[in-house]
């Protein structure tokens, strides 16, 4: 599916679904999606070799579990990025909403796929 | 300078400036920087050959003018992305707050460089 060309009203997106770990397409900017998430509990531990990864939290509180690295937690309006070849696990012990950057066809659970937490990564919304 | 492996906080790098059309880069996602700024007025009609430009409101209003095309009108948690080869005039009656997606090392003024609007493209906050 092609990017549209409309305004795009956040609000709306994320009132539109309830699934968790499930990445929406909200938007395609040259090669890259922004998908908008929302999250309760531990998702897996993985790791995307060839590309950042961008979380900025909408709504709650995410904590992103690194190997070897301090956790990064994040409010609402605060953003990371999860350098590529960093093993990462999120965490939300209260549900949360969450916009995601990264590059269009990825994987959410990267090197750990074809498990239950692995989503369609085509599913605009 | 390389991407901060930080949380970043949005509201106080929003706080951090005062100076209109002046993209500050608060991050980077592989070769894209994401970019603060704050309009008020009319920017220049330019173009981008060769990226889409992504648009998110923050906070007040953004208009953004394409030649042979609908306004897009934006209120705050509503974006807009501004196909590659599309010229275009953002502009707000009021100040707005702003974040930005593109490639880094974009000119802000695109095709239309060098004039009084253009503006650092390697100004970290």
Do not use: Y
Request: one cysteine or more; aromatic letters at 8%.
């Amino acid at each position: 599916m092609a990017a549209p060309e409309i305004v795009v009203r956040l609000d709306e997106k994320f009132a539109a679904f309830d699934d968790l770990w499930t990445p929406k397409i909200v938007g395609q900017i040259n090669d890259m999606h922004l998908k908008a998430v929302k999250a309760q509990g531990e998702f897996v531990w993985h790791v995307h070799d060839n590309t950042d990864e961008f979380f900025l939290v909408r709504s709650g509180s995410l904590t992103i579990q690194m190997k070897g690295r301090p956790d990064a937690v994040l409010g609402p309006n605060e953003f990371f990025v999860v350098p590529k070849g960093v093993e990462h696990r999120p965490v939300a012990e209260n549900e949360c909403e969450i916009l995601l950057l990264e590059p269009a066809g990825l994987v959410n659970t990267g090197d750990a796929t074809r498990g239950d937490m692995t989503a369609s990564n085509d599913d605009w919304i």
